[in-house]
């Protein structure tokens, strides 16, 4: 028995409309535990090679962890992959929320979306019952309208994801929406769903799960969530949620402002965590069995009417309000909502909208191709061009391609502001004096994503005077020094091992990451729910696997993939930071490639940043190295 | 003072040679501020300060026995 897991994968074509269940292999969950391991090896194994992202036989992997849905800290996520129709490689994204425990307690651990519905549809799943209805009268409406709707219809124990019709019109950073707030919002995966005309899916599960050690899980799981509350980050950090990290971002120059333009946002006070608790926080809100609520549901009245919305969290504030210069945090909030119900990626979202901004500032764009002027600083801009992106509609078809291809299309230079990397828009951290964090988001498997190695502290202290220095200065400092270039490969690494691995055990991050929540604590929570004991260091083993199969993933699938596609744009390796505490600096090309090639050494990969033969055999992928060589 | 800091787990990740409780006698009053410097810890990687639970800042002047918590860098969602 697979203690930890419910032991069904469910597979639903959505063209015949055959429903599949099947167990989850023993050697799946041993090899790669659940969640993003799982994701990735079932796309690696079942995904024709060479599917177009919108083609009905790309696949949807919904997978859940091992310790989803148990009583182990804030273990609600769920994770969705996919081809990605952003980048053409791999493509993972996960939201907190209850869907994913509720799929475990209807018996699935994973849920296999192929096909297309042949109109629109949603997908119900009650138990051991799975039926698909007509989405007809939900086709076209916001992703929280129809959350919202289809709860009164079935039922409020239904936990239901969503699109908007930014998922239906193909917008290739649409996100899958839960919760009235909880995204998985990267890399496009509810644009897939959009092309499967797939609304929705709805579930309610009744089941239990098997756990190796009930009683010991019992009193661990509450120990740990006592322990994780009485960390010394809880008091600081919980109150504001992620928003409370604004200030600090701006104030070592971080802070992606006017499309990247700069690294300081002057009115950073107006949009910050305390903003967010003094003008818009109705109430905390947190996800499954979490001690440490992060989302701030509140209130924003704007110019453009009043909405009600979970955040805004600090990567909505740092792209829609640092990016496209918003004002304050009622406006940040406000087009918040605005992708929220559109089902737009708030963070590609808004980079998209700036790049656009910044077009238009420079001539590049015209109010005629526009449709009106556009400007920073302007919410009816931001708003205005939300709606288009996602319905398309005039110049919201160019948008909707995301920074990449647009600028590829619109030509004159403007791809050396587009901010991506491998067509996937940069997250909340300019990393033009952050070594570690810009390799960070060079090399991370679905684009320019925080999420899978936040190095940006650790860059920080890296270039920070030392506390000598400090004592001579008087304790004070408003310029940061240049940020050493080499050496940051391991520590990335080791990163983009840890942060990842909890995507693969179905949890939150955020506890042990930002809160310090030891890693023999896990493996202790993972012994009495699964009866396997895996050391901190086994289960990482597990995630650098991953880690290879998704690179492998994007090698397969990407012509011509490799070292040339973990550039940024321009813009960071050729304009200084015209002001704010990092002032002047830069990374020039060259020390793109220090850092590129130390990684790709450290990594085991090949000059160009494909796994060798050596590497994949040594991590557990022998076949897959063997597929590579094989051209499949 | 007898000053108690205890270290979020985000900055223990860039500080991994500080436990997550450090004690030390300060002469008092003095800021937050220097009370880091005084323990070796650079002002610039703590992204939020608590006092006896309290949220508090680098510039406060603390002149009492305090226990002070420190928030290191951490990403957002």
New interface residues.
């Given amino acids: 028995m697979l203690y930890g897991y419910a032991g069904t994968m469910l597979e639903v074509d959505l063209t015949s409309g055959r429903i599949r269940k099947t167990p989850v292999p023993d050697d799946l969950a041993r090899d790669y535990l659940g969640g993003r391991g799982f994701v990735a090896r079932l796309l690696w194994e079942r995904l024709r090679s060479g599917t177009d992202p919108f083609d009905p036989e790309n696949l949807i992997v919904i997978a859940t962890g091992p310790l989803s849905g148990h009583l182990v800290p804030a273990s609600g996520k769920t994770h969705f992959g996919t081809k990605s129709p952003a980048t053409g490689g791999y493509a993972d994204s996960n939201m907190g929320g209850h869907f994913g425990p509720a799929l475990k307690y209807a018996g699935y651990d994973v849920l296999l979306l192929t096909g297309r519905a042949s109109e629109p549809t949603f997908l119900v799943i009650e138990d051991e019952s799975v039926a698909l209805r007509s989405a007809e009268e939900w086709w076209g409406r916001g992703a929280i309208t129809t959350e919202k709707g289809l709860k009164k219809e079935l039922g409020e124990e239904f936990r239901i994801i969503t699109i908007g019709p930014a998922g239906e019109n193909l917008v290739r950073f649409a996100c899958i929406s839960h919760d009235f707030g909880r995204q998985a919002g990267r890399a496009g995966i509810g644009a897939v769903l959009g092309s499967k005309h797939l609304k929705a899916i709805a579930v309610k599960g009744t089941g239990g799960l098997p756990v190796f050690d009930v009683d010991g899980l019992y009193e661990k799981g509450r120990e740990a969530y006592l322990k994780v509350r009485a960390k010394p980050g809880f008091a600081g950090w919980t109150p504001e949620g992620t928003a409370g990290i604004t200030d600090w971002v701006n104030q070592v120059g971080a802070f992606p402002t006017r499309n990247f333009q700069t690294s300081y946002f002057p009115g950073y006070q107006k949009i910050n965590g305390k903003a967010v608790v003094e003008h818009l926080k109705i109430t905390d809100k947190g996800c499954f069995c979490c001690p440490t609520p992060c989302g701030k549901y509140g209130k924003a009245s704007t110019s453009l009417g009043t909405v009600h919305v979970e955040g805004p969290e600090y990567e909505s504030i740092a792209l829609l309000g640092g990016a496209c210069v918003l004002g304050s945090i009622e406006e940040v909030a406000y087009a918040n909502y605005v992708c929220d119900e559109l089902g737009l990626d708030t963070i590609s979202g808004g980079v998209v909208a700036a790049w656009a901004m910044e077009c238009f500032e420079k001539g590049l764009l015209s109010e005629e191709q526009v449709g009106r002027e556009i400007h920073f600083e302007d919410l009816e801009s931001v708003v205005y061009l939300l709606e288009k992106m996602a319905s398309r509609d005039g110049i919201g078809d160019l948008l909707a391609e995301g920074v990449m291809r647009a600028a590829a299309k619109l030509g004159r230079g403007s791809d050396s502001f587009a901010i991506h990397v491998k067509g996937l828009e940069w997250s909340g951290y300019e990393s033009r004096n952050a070594p570690g964090m810009m390799l960070a988001y060079m090399t991370a498997d679905v684009g320019a994503h925080h999420n899978r190695a936040w190095a940006l502290g650790h860059d920080v202290a890296g270039s920070a005077a030392s506390v000598h220095d400090l004592i001579s200065a008087g304790g004070g400092r408003d310029k940061m020094a240049k940020a050493p270039v080499a050496g940051k490969a391991e520590r990335v690494i080791d990163l983009q091992h840890i942060r990842p691995l909890f995507d693969c055990l179905g949890i939150c991050r955020l506890q042990y990451m930002e809160l310090g929540f030891e890693g023999q604590n896990y493996e202790e929570l993972f012994y009495l729910v699964t009866g396997r004991r895996m050391k901190w260091d086994e289960l990482l083993e597990v995630s650098e696997r991953v880690w290879h199969l998704t690179r492998a993933f994007s090698k397969r699938e990407i012509e011509g993939f490799g070292r040339k596609y973990d550039y940024p744009p321009r813009r960071f390796f050729q304009e200084p930071i015209p002001d704010g505490p990092n002032e002047g600096h830069f990374l020039t090309r060259d020390e793109l490639d220090v850092l590129l090639d130390e990684y790709y050494q450290a990594r085991g990969w090949d000059a160009n940043g494909i796994p060798t033969e050596k590497t994949l055999c040594r991590v557990g992928l022998a076949d897959v190295a063997e597929a590579l060589k094989q051209g499949k | 003072m007898r000053i108690t800091l205890?270290?979020?787990?985000?900055l223990?990740?860039?500080?991994e040679q500080l436990p997550?409780q450090v004690k030390l006698e300060v002469e008092g009053p003095a800021?937050v501020?220097?009370i880091l410097?005084q323990a070796?810890?650079?002002?610039?990687?703590v992204?939020?300060?608590?006092v006896d639970?309290d949220?508090g800042d680098k510039e406060q002047i603390i002149d009492h026995d305090a226990a002070i918590?420190?928030?290191?860098?951490?990403?957002?969602?």
Avoid: Q
């Fill in positions: 205890h270290l979020s787990g985000g223990r990740a860039v500080l997550e800021s501020r220097d410097i070796g810890i650079n002002p610039v990687l992204m939020v300060v608590t639970g949220r918590g420190l928030i290191g860098p951490m990403a957002g969602g």
